[in-house]
């Protein structure tokens, strides 16, 4: 999601929040009978809360009929209650306050998947593996992930004991953690795929995404990157300044990267490349898929606007919606669309959603099911559309109305029934789990700190897969022999990237998933074109 935070000065204060709201959008909007339907509505719920048959929560009626309201207008319009909203806000912020730990909880078992990079847990040396059975001396046995949360996180400086049981070692051990500022990354890796390639991926654009990125940029140039592909698949969006600052490390002088227009004047803006930059000529790929929203398309749309890259992957979701927040005053908040957003051509890439029953129908929408795999670097593969045409700078002609559609179409191969049950049930984790606590000494002495060694050399067994399907079994996930074989190859990809993680984090983890990785493979191969098409030396 696009959208900009500000704070909205509030003329009337009132404990009902739907009359709060109706002033703020009699203010915005000035609607002629807008005074007559808050009266309407104050009167509906007061006549609600005075003479229904049963007590009634006025609140929560009040929310309904926001989201009632909201829901006559765009998909990405949206109410954020009080108890989400520190959640959101923290995901876009970049930061939490807390311990630092990633967990699952796994066979009712608090379970430390990894421990945060620069973080207290991992300051302490809390393993990947460990598993937390107390907090501040009670039994943690079967708790729900709300409350770890609620248990774990508090105000930076102070203090929550845990205790902690580690595989091969016989007693436990009791970490007194000092809460810190935690950093949530929105660039989840990047490494040299081989000697000339870097390879970055960005999960989300928060505030300090750019920052992220840069530093990623700058030290895969270090280890002497000649060309670069940024993975922007499944990437939802979030914030438009950090899409434009982004662009901006390899789109050239003054060029247009967006701009935004909307029913009020003082909402259209334009985004122009301004700052120089060393990525600014290298050759560069991004991938895309229906999971890249809002952000990740400003960037991919202007990267093929002005030709400076392949896009490779599947069309992506189609969102120019652009929000703004406004935040009420009992901590909850409304993301309301004020704005269109448009590529450097002028395309508006925002699918249609009026003709939608409802928002399930628009979110679950896959056009991707009807594109044709292969070369679409003359966009042949949407001729027949009736979607408006554009032109890129270099006369490519390109599409609007419909999501970002990649110069060269690349499905991703899905997982077949059985092995969709293996992931819905964390078959993979809790049985890497159970192999790690027998193994990791090992695996650590056999390849201490190397990921290259680990990656050519570690395999995953026939006999380790019999142990994971019977282990399936166990966990209720019925064996099913030709879907099995069908995904052999992917299911000890997984199983050796979850080991991978263990002791590597992130960069284990894709590094190796990496390799069976159609899409990527693909892009690997179009360099040249990709620099023939930007005209770079």
């Known amino acids: ?60 009626l009040v929310e309904s009929a926001i989201n009632g309201m909201l829901n006559e207008l765009d998909p990405h319009s949206v109410y954020i209650p009080p108890e989400q909203f ?7 912020r970049g930061d939490f306050e807390g311990i630092g730990i990633e967990f699952q909880v796994v066979n009712d078992t608090l379970t430390v998947v990894s421990a945060i990079s620069g973080g207290p ?43 902690i049981s580690r595989g091969g070692v016989s007693k436990l051990i009791e970490y007194t953690i000092v809460r810190d500022k935690i950093p949530l990354y929105s660039v989840d890796t990047h490494f ?9 991926s960005v999960s989300r654009f928060s505030e300090t995404t750019f920052d992220e990125l840069l530093e990623a940029l700058k030290d895969l140039n270090n280890k002497e990157m000649n060309q670069l592909v940024v993975d922007l698949r499944g990437n939802p969006g979030g914030y438009l300044n950090q899409a434009v600052k982004i662009s901006d490390l390899f789109i050239s002088g003054n060029k247009k990267i967006v701009y935004t227009e909307g029913r009020r004047k003082e909402f259209d803006e334009v985004y122009n490349a301004s700052e120089s930059s060393k990525f600014e000529d290298i050759p560069l790929i991004v991938l895309i898929n229906r999971g890249s929203a809002s952000a990740s398309e400003i960037v991919s749309g202007a990267v093929q606007d002005w030709d400076r890259g392949l896009i490779v992957g599947e069309t992506s979701f189609g969102k120019g919606l652009v929000q703004r927040q406004f935040d ?11 704005s269109q957003y448009f590529t450097p051509s002028g395309r508006l890439i925002q699918r249609d959603y009026k003709n939608k029953k409802n928002k399930g129908d628009y979110y679950s929408e896959n056009l ?35 999501g970002i559609t990649p110069d060269y179409i690349v499905k991703s191969e899905l997982v077949t029934p ?9 078959v993979f984790y809790t049985f890497i789990l159970s192999y790690l606590d027998k193994n990791t000494e090992s695996l650590k002495k056999k390849y201490k700190d190397d990921l290259v060694l680990f990656r050519k050399d570690f395999q995953i067994t026939d006999e380790m897969l019999k142990d994971f399907i019977e282990f399936a079994i166990v966990k209720e996930v019925t064996f099913n022999e030709e879907e099995y074989k069908k995904d052999k190859e992917y299911i000890s990809s997984r199983l050796k990237a979850q080991i991978a993680r263990n002791f590597w984090k992130n960069e284990g983890w894709y590094s190796i998933l990496l390799i069976q990785d159609d899409q990527l493979i693909k892009a690997l191969t179009l360099f040249n074109e990709a620099k023939d098409l930007a005209k770079l030396k």
Do not use: C
Not at 418 to 426: F, G, I, S, V, W
């Open 121 to 163: 847990s991992e300051a302490l040396g809390i393993l990947s593996g460990d598993r937390i059975i107390k907090i501040d001396g009670s039994a943690v046995i079967g708790i729900t992930n709300d409350d770890v949360r609620k248990k774990l996180r508090g105000k930076a400086g102070s203090e929550v004991k845990v205790t």
């Open 368 to 402: 991707n099911d009807e594109e044709t795999e292969g070369n679409n670097i003359n966009h042949t593969a949407e001729q027949d559309s009736v979607k408006p045409t554009y032109k890129t700078g270099k006369g490519r002609i390109v599409y609007g109305g419909g």
């Open 328 to 338: 009420l005053p009992d901590n909850s908040a409304l993301r309301l669309t004020i």
């Open 418 to 426: 059985y092995t969709q049950n293996l992931l819905r049930t964390n």
């Open 86 to 92: 520190t959640q959101v806000e923290e995901s876009f």
């Open 192 to 200: 040299m795929i081989d000697a000339n390639t870097g390879y970055v």
């Open 1 to 60: 999601m696009s959208f900009k935070s500000v704070k909205f000065p509030y003329l009337l204060f009132t404990a009902v929040v739907g009359i709060v709201l109706g002033v703020f959008l009699e203010k915005v909007f000035s609607e002629d009978n807008l005074r007559d339907s808050i009266r309407k509505f104050n009167d509906v719920l007061t006549f609600t809360e005075k003479y229904y048959v049963e007590e009634v929560d006025t609140q929560k």
